[in-house]
């Protein structure tokens, strides 16, 4: 990550574009926000290691609820560890 930020603060020198901190799963949400055109979604927000319930509220996200124990996404994880599923990103 170090490498990545030295490149990012690189690139909007270069560029004389501001460098902007976007929260990840945040721009997650904001993309299907907007591609579904939602205006006031609530977010069942499952990948990798967070399983979450997010809604905007009171001029931010604010996590509703998680999960205590494994994660979805982990748990899915396991599952295809064990069965031997490919984790080949160009599947077919």
């Known amino acids: 990550l170090q490498s990545v930020a030295l490149v990012a603060r690189t690139l909007s020198l270069l560029f004389n574009k501001p460098l902007v901190a976007v929260n990840h799963c945040v721009g997650h949400i904001e993309m299907g926000r907007v591609i579904t055109r939602a205006d006031n979604p609530v ?10 319930v997010i ?24 599952f295809a560890r064990i069965i031997h599923l490919s984790n080949d990103p160009n599947p077919g």
């Open 43 to 52: 977010v069942l927000y499952v990948s990798g290691g967070n399983t979450q």
């Open 55 to 78: 809604a905007y509220s009171q001029h931010r996200y604010r996590i509703f609820g998680e999960t205590l124990d494994i994660a979805v996404g982990n748990c899915l994880d396991r």
